[in-house]
Each structure stands twice: as C-alpha cells, then as structure tokens.
C-alpha cells in the first residue's frame, strides 16, 4: 500500500476536518517513541528498513525540482539522483547500504509510456546503487522496469517491460511487463499463473524467496504504483517455481489480490478482496495455515498488511468508510492503532506503517497538523 498524490489529497482534507536480522523481539511493545524524518512531499515516503536502521524511500528534491530517491540513516537524510531526468525513487536497501529503485533518464518514452507514473513520460530504468553510485539494471527488452526490494546477497526483485506489446493496456502503456529477480549483473524472469499476461515482485528474503501479484494490464494506480489489476498473489520459491496463495473470497476485480512482504520463515502478508469485491483485508500466508484474515481496526472498512519481520510482527494500514488511513501495528495476534501506542504529544498523525525490522523500528509516513506529509519512524520505547 503506498499513498501518492492524487489519493493523498483525500486523505488530508478528511484528517483537517474530522503509510542480518537481530534477536527477536518476543515481548509485545507497549509503546513507541516516534522521530520526525522530515518532510517528503505529497508524493513521497520511506518504504524500507533494515535491521540496522537504513531506511529507503523518497522526498521531493531539494532544488525543488521533482522527486528523488532518498535514504535515511540516523535521521539524516541523504539524496541519490537520477540517470537525467526529473525522479527517481528508492523502494528498498539492504545492511550493506545497496539501494534499488527506478530513476527516469532525459529521454522520453519512444511509445508515450508513463512507465513510473509521475507524468513526464520519461523512460524509468531499475537500478541498484552503493556509495552513490547508480548503476542501471537490465530490463526483458522494453525500455522500463522498477526494482523493489533487494536482499543481503545482492538479489534484487521487481518488474521489467518485455518488447511485446499489449493491445489490453490502457494508454499509455503499450508494452507487457513481467515480475523478475536480478542477480550478478543479470535479470530472470518469473512465471505468471492463470494465465496473466503482466507481473510484479515486491519483496525478497534472505533464502530468494520472492513475493508479488500477476494479474492483467490497467490504469496506473496511484496506490500501488503499478499499470497492474492484481489478481494473484504469488509465492516464488528460490527456484522460480510459484505458488497461488489463494485469496479471501474475494476475485481481484476490487482493490486486488496482491502479496507485499515475506519473511525468513517464509510467512507472506498481503491484502485480499472479500467476496463481492467491494472491500478488502489485511492477510497473513504461512504454508501450514494458508491465508488468513486479519480484519481491520476496530471501526474500519478495510486493511491492508505491508511489512513483516521475522518475529512475525505486522505492519500496515487500516481504513475507515471514507478512506481514512491509521498506521497499525499487529503483535501476539493483536492489532493495534499504532497511533494509540505513541505519547500524546507526539505532532504526526501516522497514516501508514510500510515496513518493521528485527528491532521493531516502523517507518512510514504521517501528517502534520498543517496537513504536511512526513516520513517517521517509531521506536519501541522498552
């Protein structure tokens, strides 16, 4: 679940006026501390954090001028680049400091694509980078593709654009993209099912298990970032082999059926249409029970789960009738208002919980007062 600008909006006027492991943490926290990581625009947010406290993500530039791929470490933000053009986004990083992402080049799209959504129609290449460095990533012959999230052992995840086209594309994508994994300088790509002709990997673990959703070419979404309807979550083992992780009653036509994060110990979150379509919950997926429904806050419409540590705690994002974000924390079977775990005079609302590592450290973005969006990060205070 990532919020952009044009649902952002919403969000807002509806907040003014009524997102190498340690020892597990074992206890379930009782509270939080929260530290401000600034802000990051309406179109940006920390999507990421390791073990070590790195957090990926992405802030408007400081020369005003587009967004740009960002990490944090201490609180201190620090800003990559682009491969030319105006933005570039930061999805995951590594313990070693290895950053993927996609960052637009100076050249425009040779078919009109908006490949990353931010309407400049400049072609959006994957990359990884260490120290600074951006390198560019290979995609399946098209011109675009996005990686998402990398492990310790350098193997990142995501989609690329092939060189078919796709008449079933809504303008203005024209071209097929797969979900992929990129290891030692090249680019394998990952079997759809049912038939689905498009596919994205959103998170890996240390084994190269991978996580994501195949489903068919659709308007850019400015929730999930994608020109994909998710219509399976899927589970692909280190060998490529992929699982359906089923689905909780619902058909994908809705929000989506869509896998986030994974684990370790191979426990998959994610979010789920209901029968009917009309809404959506927060799930988790383990071999031995298959997917479970983790409902919503208590008064809430829908859920969604985004990030997972290897303790088995949840995070993620609950939803009222209008829309209304609250960040949650689930632990020891229990879902939380994250919110309601931070002091009183804490200044963020926290909208959304992204990602939570093996300290129990959360990130993810909140608003001010003043209806200015923030990254933050919650620290367990015991």
Sequence with gaps: MILREELMKTILNTILTGCACAAFLMAQTTGYTVAD????????????????????????????????AVFWYRGIKNELGTFGGPNSTAYGVNVWGQIVGWAETSDTDPNGEDFCGFGSHHVCLPFVSLFGLMIPLPTLGGKNGTANAINSRGQAAGFAETSRFDSTCPAPQKLQFKPVVWSFGGVRELPTVGGDAEGIAYSINESGQVVGASGACAAFNPISLVSLQPLH????????????????????????????????????????????????HAYLWTKATGMQDLGTLLGDAASAAIGINDAGDIVGVSLDDSFTPRAFVRQSGVMRDLNSMVPANTPLHLLTACSINARGEIIGIAVTKDGDVHGYMATPSK
Excluded: E, K, M
């Design 37 to 68: 990581l600034g802000a990051v625009g309406a179109a940006g947010q920390p999507f990421y954090v390791t073990s070590n406290g790195l957090v990926s993500g992405a802030a408007a530039a400081a020369n005003g001028h587009g967004y740009r």
């Design 233 to 280: 979550a899927l589970l692909w083992d280190a060998n490529g082999s992929v699982t359906d992780l089923g689905n909780l009653g619902g058909t994908g036509h809705g929000q989506g059926i869509s896998a986030s994060a994974i684990n370790n110990q191979g426990h998959v979150v994610g979010a789920s249409d209901l029968p009917g379509d009309r809404t959506f």
